[in-house]
Nanobody, 114 residues
Framework: QVQLVESGGGLVQAGGSLRLSCAASGSISGINTMDWYRRAPGNQRELVATITSFGRPNYADSVKGRFTISRDNAKSTIYLQMNSLKPEDTAIYYC????????WGQGTQVTVSS
C-alpha cells in the first residue's frame, strides 16, 4: 500500500503562485514515475505533470513554462510549483503514483480568481 497526502492548495489571484506538495509513505520502494493530475468542474481528469525517479519532467502543453514539477527522493515528496496562475487552472489537484496499483491522494483545491 502507498499513501499520498497533498498539501498547499488555496485561493490566489490570477498571476499569482502556489506550491503543492505530495508526501508518499508506505511501500514506496520501486515507485518510478509520480504525477500531478487535476480535475476542473465539468471536465475530465487531466494529466498536468510527470516526473521520473531520476527527476526527468514532462508537462501538459497548457502548463509548460508556468509550472515546475520537482522531486525529493530523500523525503519521498514531489512538488508542483505553479506560477502565473490563470483562472482556468482552477481545479482539484491530485497526486498519483503507480506500484502494481494506482494510488491517489485525496486532492487539494486550487482556486484562481480573475
Amino acid at each position: 500500500q502507498v499513501q499520498l497526502v497533498e498539501s498547499g492548495g488555496g485561493l490566489v489571484q490570477a498571476g499569482g503562485s502556489l506550491r503543492l506538495s505530495c508526501a508518499a509513505s508506505g511501500s514506496i520502494s520501486g515507485i518510478n514515475t509520480m504525477d500531478w493530475y487535476r480535475r476542473a468542474p465539468g471536465n475530465q481528469r487531466e494529466l498536468v505533470a510527470t516526473i521520473t525517479s531520476f527527476g526527468r519532467p514532462n508537462y501538459a502543453d497548457s502548463v509548460k513554462g508556468r509550472f515546475t514539477i520537482s522531486r525529493d527522493n530523500a523525503k519521498s515528496t514531489i512538488y508542483l510549483q505553479m506560477n502565473s496562475l490563470k483562472p482556468e487552472d482552477t481545479a482539484i489537484y491530485y497526486c498519483h503514483a503507480y506500484r502494481f496499483n494506482h494510488y491517489w491522494g485525496q486532492g487539494t483545491q486550487v482556486t484562481v480568481s480573475s
